[in-house]
């Protein structure tokens, strides 16, 4: 019989709490919730093991009975009477064990179709939690854009204000009002991206499309973490332990072929009636015919069972090399995700090292215009650089986080 199974709960790494549980955004941990609940992929693959489940039910019956009857047209006539009509019954039986195999067979394939809603879970959770960073950066990113638009007026002001005193030109007051189009456009693409991250997130959280998603404020890089991941992990994950419950389903299709290979039993009885003979008269006149059978059903022709069990000894040779080779593509994938971790931290490091010093300059710049000596093409140089390194660090974040989050669904 198929044994109960407990739902399992899938959650995020410690490094991905950090800044769920420290945030002014909505839990990721409950959009991950929704989207599990709501899931029409989910509840299809539920639906299947259902089915697979009920199956159970339909191979536990045995053959049809066979009830026959027959009408004697021309009555044979016996020593007792002619006889009048025939009733037969017949049933046959599955030789000892077939059922019980045939239970196990339909059971381990029922255990295949759960391992399919255990991964479905957890793509779908990866699937929301990258969405979910995607729509952080891009927000992250829009605050940059308007604090640098900010920025480029005041420094818009310094130059009309220079301008009026000789102290700089037209082109420099056109240059940074190019460069706050610039800026003015780059936000305009990104809030329409977001609208189209935000729609896909709400997809899959089945709901409305245009739903307001609320995102983390502020996200960083903790500046310490275990990156040390056991490959052995990977031998639990669903995706290799479906391989191996197919395996086991093979293996029952083997045992139930042997046990339908074997003969099967059938026990019937036979009733005829009998009439009176009206010129005689004795004991058994009339009598009616009773007759018990035994039969046998013997697959003589055994060539279908033994190219099943050829076929099923392929099978498996077939799944295991399938498990091989996910089992190495899923190691490329974990070691791919954990160095790209590790180069995103350091990439954040370098990042935050060279805003320090692009805002020193910065500071270096305003004190200049205090003596009358700011070059506005240097102030637009400094501040291209401060953006850069900006965007950069939000991109190392989200890479950190987007990593995680495939390392999370690899070796959870």
């Known amino acids: 019989m198929i044994k109960h199974k407990t739902h399992i709960k899938l959650v995020l790494l410690p490094g991905m709490l950090f800044f769920v549980l420290n945030s002014h955004g909505q839990n990721l941990q409950t959009y991950i919730d929704e989207a599990i609940s709501n899931s029409p992929e989910i509840q299809k693959f539920e639906l299947q093991y259902g089915i697979a489940s009920e199956k159970l039910n339909e191979v536990n019956a045995i053959p049809n ?26 049933q046959m039986l599955p030789w000892f064990g077939n059922i019980t195999a045939r239970e196990n067979y339909v059971s381990s394939l029922a255990d295949v179709k759960y391992e399919d809603i255990v991964i479905a879970k957890r793509k779908l959770m990866a699937s929301v939690s990258q969405t979910y960073f995607n729509l952080y950066a891009n927000r992250a990113k829009q605050r940059i854009l308007i604090d640098n638009i900010e ?9 009309l204000t220079s301008l009026e005193v000789g102290k700089a030109s037209a082109v420099d007051v056109l240059q940074l009002q190019m460069r706050q189009n610039e800026l003015e456009q780059l936000k305009a693409v990104l809030g329409q991206q977001y609208l189209a991250e935000q729609t896909a997130l709400n997809k899959l959280l089945n709901r409305d499309k245009d739903i307001a998603v609320i995102v983390v404020d502020k996200l960083t890089i903790p500046s310490e973490i275990d990156d040390l991941i056991k490959t052995e992990n990977l031998l639990l994950h669903p995706e290799l332990v479906k391989y191996d419950k197919l395996y086991q389903s093979v293996e029952q299709s083997e045992l139930l072929n042997q046990k339908e ?10 009733y005829i009636n009998v009439d009176e003979r009206p010129d005689m008269s004795f004991s058994d006149n009339g009598k009616d015919i009773v007759m018990p059978m035994v039969s046998v059903s013997i697959p003589i ?8 069990s050829k076929q099923n000894e392929l099978q498996q040779q077939e799944i295991t090399s399938q498990k091989q ?18 180069s995103a ?14 805002n020193d300059a910065e500071e270096i710049l305003i004190k200049s215009y205090e ?8 102030v637009l140089d400094i501040q291209e650089l401060q953006l850069k390194f900006q965007i950069n660090q939000i991109e190392s974040v ?7 989050t495939i390392i999370n669904y690899l070796s959870n």
């Open 65 to 90: 009975t066979e009830l026959g009857v027959g009408y004697f047209v021309s009555e044979p006539e016996t020593r007792t009477g002619p006889q009048r009509f025939k009733v037969s019954v017949k």
């Open 151 to 159: 920025l480029l007026k005041t420094y818009e002001t310094l130059a």
């Open 261 to 270: 290979s074997l003969p099967m039993i059938g026990f019937g009885l036979d």
């Open 301 to 308: 022709f055994n060539k279908k069972y033994n190219s099943q």
């Open 325 to 342: 080779e996910r089992l190495n593509n899923l190691e490329t994938l974990l070691d791919k995700a954990v160095n790209d971790r590790i």
């Open 345 to 358: 931290r350091i990439s954040y490091n370098t990042q935050t090292k060279n805003l320090k010093q692009a």
């Open 371 to 378: 003596t009358g000596t700011i070059d506005f093409k240097d």
């Open 398 to 404: 989200k890479t950190y986080y987007l990593q995680t």
